[in-house]
């Protein structure tokens, strides 16, 4: 099984302001196969990125994924106050078990 | 895309619970299927997947439920079910229906229902 570890488990920063998320594979995965869900407090997730840079239908475009190999990472790249929220990294593919990284909250400063 | 999750409940160590997923706004019967959790604070979990019946209608589980969680699916019913036995205090968390993005190849999830929450507690 492949384990995801995401960094920081915390950013605080205010709106406005450039966010970059990490997200580092345990061994290395296909880019194909890595994606970002953002999860506000009460709601479901919302897919974000998928393929490891295609944002998903009605994602803005300050939301932006990169990466290959074991390293990845999502870059919001002007803050808004609807993106202070919790995001988790995915890995959906090349083995039959999926697995989700535990998470960065994304906080207001 | 609609996806309704029911069933949930407060259930003791041991018991069985049965969730169910009523799909709306898309073909069902294409769709693979995924049950995803989150124990009250913390992150997701993946639960397992189910294929179409196309795709052969296999099933994938997550090593902590395997063997005592079974995905099925009743495509004239458009409706998604996880059966859930032996359960532990460790399953409590709210379960999540999604449907997965692509048909065919594997995705990630696109669409997510709201919730039910599953307590494990004597």
């Known amino acids: 099984e492949i384990v995801l570890t995401q960094s920081p488990g915390t950013l605080s920063l205010s709106p406005g302001e450039r966010a970059t998320l990490s997200c580092r594979a345990s061994?290395?995965?296909?880019?194909?196969?890595l994606a970002w869900h953002q999860q506000k407090p009460g709601q479901a997730p919302r897919l974000l990125i998928h393929?490891?840079?295609s944002r998903a239908a009605g994602v803005p475009d300050r939301f932006s994924g990169s990466g290959s190999g074991t390293d990845f990472a999502l870059t919001i790249s002007r803050l808004e106050p609807e993106d202070f929220a919790v995001y988790y990294c995915?890995?959906?593919?090349?083995?039959?078990?999926?697995?989700f990284g535990g998470g960065t909250r994304v906080e207001i400063k | 895309v609609q996806l309704v999750e029911s069933g949930g409940g407060l259930v003791k160590p041991g018991g069985s619970l049965r969730l169910s997923c009523a799909a709306s706004?898309?073909?069902?019967?294409?769709?693979?299927m995924s049950w995803v959790r989150q124990a009250p604070g913390k992150g997701l979990e993946w639960v397992g997947r189910?294929?179409?019946?196309?795709?052969?209608?296999?099933?994938d589980y997550a090593a902590p439920v395997k063997g005592r969680f079974t995905i099925s699916r009743d495509d004239s019913k458009n409706t998604l079910y996880l059966q859930m036995n032996s359960l532990r205090s460790e399953d409590t968390a709210v379960y999540y229906c999604?449907?997965?993005?692509?048909?065919?190849?594997?995705?990630?999830?696109?669409?997510w229902g709201q919730g039910t929450l599953v307590t494990v507690s004597s």
């Open positions: 995915q890995h959906y593919g090349g083995s039959f078990v999926l697995s």
């Open positions: 061994q290395s995965i296909s880019s194909s196969h």
């Open positions: 999604a449907k997965d993005r692509a048909t065919g190849t594997f995705s990630p999830p696109d669409s």
């Open positions: 393929g490891a840079s």
């Open positions: 706004g898309f073909t069902f019967s294409n769709a693979w």
């Open positions: 189910i294929k179409s019946k196309t795709d052969g209608g296999t099933t």
